[in-house]
Every structure is written in C-alpha cells, then in structure tokens.
C-alpha cells in the first residue's frame, strides 16, 4: 500500500518511512479489518530552476610551460638525492647541518643545548635569521650569535626578548643531486627521460582541464544564484 501511494503521487523519498503508533494499531485490529495509517517521510525538495540554458561564462585557458616541467624534474631530482659527510669542508647554502644549539640572555648555561638537524634552503624556522652566520662554520666550530629570541620559544620568560644563541657544528651533509637522465627515470619505474617528461605532460595538462572545468562550474552556479 505504501509503495502504491509513493508511485502515485511520484515522490522521490530520501529515508525510511516512519508510522506513528504502529504497535497499538495492529493489538486493536480484527482479522479482515480494512485499517488506514498514516507514514512520514522526507522527500527530496522541488527546485524551480530559472532560465539557464542562455547564461554565459568566461572560459578561462591554462597552459603550462617548460618551467613547470623543470621544476616537476627537480622535484624528482631531489627525491634521488644522496648526501655526503663533511669532514673538513664549511657550512654551505643547501648543507644539511647538525647543531647543538641554546638561546641565552647573558651567560649561556653548562648541559641545556639542544640538538637540531637542519637543511639551509628550509625557511621559516628560528635559525633562519642566523644562517648568514652559520654559513662558513667547521665541524666543532662554535659561535655566540646576538638575535632576537623567537617568540614562541619554549621558555616563556625568554620569548621575544634580545639575547643570543650558542651554536656549535656537530656534523655537515653536502647534497649530491644526481643528473636528469634516464638513469634518474629508472629510479621512478619509467624506462627513459622522456617516458617521465610525458607522464609529467599529461599529469600537468590534466591539472590544466580540471582547473578549468572547476573555474567555469563555479561561474555558472554563481550566475544560476544571482
């Protein structure tokens, strides 16, 4: 009876219906009693759309360029990168360093430096206004450095105040990146270069249609709701 009345009156039902009173309608009724009930349901809402088919957006064109794909390749290239110990050699810009480090006001105190591993092109971080200072340093070389305390330092009476920073070089890594080429490729499941370049062509022209379709969508629903 249910399924009839929702065919009849054509209604598109999101949940489950629900009858009030259920249990006590069936303990009163008589065997052949015809009975009638009544059932809630939620149904999808009726939407008068506007005139539509006339509206007109901007299709906008993206392209993508060899520095894209350069810069997808360095990507690749720095996936396969090798590192090398410095033994005698200085702190150069993209080192990899590790350092014993402690912000102090005065007098630094004996047994509180910490232990910090960083690259040089990682921004961002509370070293980066020293590494003009960190580069040139040897391992074993250590330095008193005035700067400003970062305001989110972990001791909060030191926080933001004007003070200094004890750096000591544990250990130095020169990055080794390794040419693009097919040997490169291989390290990615890809048989040449240019089986990479293409996949990389695709991957970008992809990402081209989908931003375009997503830009035009987004100004017609913005037409449409006007």
């Not at 960083?118 to 005035?146: A, R, S």
């Not at 499941?189 to 992809?206: G, I, P």
Request: glycine share 4%; proline share 4%.
């Amino acid at each position: 009876a249910l399924d009839s009345a929702v065919k009849k009156e054509e209604l598109r039902i999101i949940s489950q219906p629900k009858i009030d009173e259920l249990d006590s309608m069936f303990e009163n009724l008589n065997e052949n009693q015809d009975f009638t009930f009544q059932a809630k349901v939620e149904i999808y809402p009726s939407v008068q759309l506007g005139e539509y088919k006339s509206i007109k957006v901007e299709a906008p064109n993206y392209i993508y360029n060899q520095e894209h794909i350069d810069f997808r390749l360095k990507e690749f290239q720095h996936k396969s990168a090798e590192t090398e110990k410095k033994e005698n050699g200085v702190v150069e810009e993209g080192d990899n360093i590790q350092f014993q480090y402690q912000f102090f006001l005065v007098a630094k105190e004996d047994g509180k430096n910490q232990m910090q591993h960083w690259n040089l092109n990682e921004n961002g971080n509370w070293f980066e206004p020293i590494k003009t200072d960190i580069i040139g340093m040897k391992v074993g070389e250590e330095k008193n450095i005035p700067m400003t305390i970062p305001s989110d330092y972990t001791n909060e009476d030191l926080r933001g105040r004007e003070g200094n920073i004890y750096i000591k070089i544990s250990e130095i890594e020169h990055i080794v990146l390794p040419p693009i080429d097919d040997e490169l490729a291989k390290d990615f499941n890809y048989e040449t270069l240019d089986a990479l370049k293409e996949n990389l062509e695709k991957s970008l022209t992809d990402q081209c249609d989908k931003k375009r379709r997503d830009e035009i969508f987004d100004q017609i629903l913005d037409k449409i709701i006007e």
